[in-house]
């Protein structure tokens, strides 16, 4: 079952310094506190979940439905609503905010975004194609994808075959991304390694589903500190 988590926005890529001298790339994410406007009840709809809003919007800018739904949970407008299912629903109430804190002791997280939009693309810029022959009878149709039908049975082009087309923009998750550093007072969250989309693009940060064991860059380094402060067994003659 899935937890709770924030929706932020890609600032950018920057790098962290060790002391050891080591570079680590990381995606840095803004992120802004988010109020819990609905509690969702097994009983009522057959799940938990949690709907929280995200960022602010003026009133003249929603629909009057969704007025009447800020002003009966007596909040302000929110520009996002998302729901989150969760196991216990018991911790979450109407009014409560909440921020960055509920990444404090978690190591690893997921990240779904939106990949970059490349418009039509063809199959080389697309698949990885390598294209046709460059001489040998071949003309004017170096970079198509070649044969894509059959025989007259079954006379078709089988679903899901790899041809030219719309190229990204499209929703994709990262797992198991490190938390390098965060940053409460500015809501800033860095990431090691990218992650999909564009600058200022919309992201959503949840805990790593996954059980991971592997040790943080931290760790690593305090492993390889402990390991030179060891003194060496005096070999027996």
């Known amino acids: 079952m899935s937890e709770i988590g924030l929706i932020g926005k890609k600032i950018g890529m920057t790098r962290e310094f060790y002391k050891t001298g080591q570079s680590i790339p990381v995606t840095v994410i803004k992120f802004e506190k988010v109020r819990v406007i609905h509690v969702i009840e097994q009983e009522k709809r057959g799940y938990k979940a949690v709907q929280v809003g995200f960022g602010n919007i003026k009133t003249s800018k929603i629909l009057k439905p969704l007025k009447g739904y800020f002003t009966k949970k007596n909040t302000e407008p929110k520009k996002k609503l998302k729901e989150f299912r969760v196991t216990n629903t018991e911790k979450y109430k109407e009014g409560n905010e909440f921020g960055l804190e509920?990444?404090?002791?978690?190591?690893?997280?997921?990240?779904?975004?939106?990949?970059?939009?490349?418009?039509?693309?063809?199959?080389?810029?697309?698949?990885?194609?390598?294209?046709?022959?460059?001489?040998?009878?071949?003309?004017?149709?170096?970079?198509?994808?070649?044969?894509?039908?059959?025989?007259?049975?079954?006379?078709?082009?089988?679903?899901?075959?790899?041809?030219?087309?719309?190229?990204?923009?499209?929703?994709?998750?990262?797992?198991?991304?490190?938390?390098?550093?965060?940053?409460?007072?500015?809501?800033?969250?860095?990431?090691?390694g990218s992650i999909p989309g564009s600058k200022n693009s919309e992201v959503i940060v949840k805990k790593a589903a996954k059980n991971i064991k592997k040790l943080t860059i931290k760790e690593k380094i305090e492993v390889l500190e402990n390991l030179k402060k060891t003194p060496d067994k005096k070999k027996k003659k």
């Open 102 to 192: 509920i990444f404090k002791d978690i190591k690893f997280v997921d990240v779904r975004s939106k990949t970059i939009g490349k418009g039509f693309a063809g199959v080389m810029k697309r698949h990885n194609f390598s294209g046709l022959r460059a001489t040998h009878g071949v003309s004017v149709s170096h970079r198509s994808h070649g044969s894509t039908g059959q025989r007259q049975d079954p006379g078709k082009v089988f679903k899901g075959k790899k041809m030219a087309g719309h190229m990204g923009d499209k929703l994709r998750t990262i797992q198991n991304l490190e938390i390098i550093k965060s940053d409460l007072e500015n809501n800033l969250l860095y990431l090691k």
